[in-house]
Nanobody, 114 residues
Framework: QVQLVESGGGLVQPGGSLRLSCAAS????????MAWYREPPGKQRESVAT???????HYAGSVKGRFTISRDNAKNTVYLQMNSLEPEDTAVYYC????????WGQGTQVTVSS
């Protein structure tokens, strides 16, 4: 019923920036809290940033001040602007919709390396 498609990942040098996008299908997008998670190699998936339908945000301590989550409800899209990237940010990044059944995107690879 709900499909989430991430894009914008890639290879970037330390200190660089990337902007991830997550396009959602379905109705009532603006009613749902959206989030970005990431799964570093060999580690568990972890929450990175969250944004409510009203635009209130929350960030993991490891990314606070460097990452910014935003949304455009008219486009059914949530974004993650990532600045000052570090090698520790290397992971597959997933979009998540907080609804009754939960919805995950396919993930997009972010690699931070020199």
């Amino acid at each position: 019923q709900v499909q989430l498609v991430e894009s914008g990942g890639g290879l970037v040098q330390p200190g660089g920036s990337l902007r991830l996008s997550c396009a959602a299908s379905g109705s009532n997008f603006g009613s749902y809290t959206m989030a970005w998670y990431r799964e570093p190699p060999g580690k568990q998936r972890e929450s990175v940033a969250t944004i409510t339908g009203g635009g209130f945000t929350h960030y993991a301590g490891s990314v606070k001040g460097r990452f910014t989550i935003s949304r455009d409800n008219a486009k059914n899209t949530v974004y993650l602007q990532m600045n000052s990237l570090e090698p520790e940010d290397t992971a597959v990044y997933y979009c998540y919709m907080r609804r009754a059944s939960g919805s995950w995107g396919q993930g997009t690879q972010v690699t931070v390396s020199s």
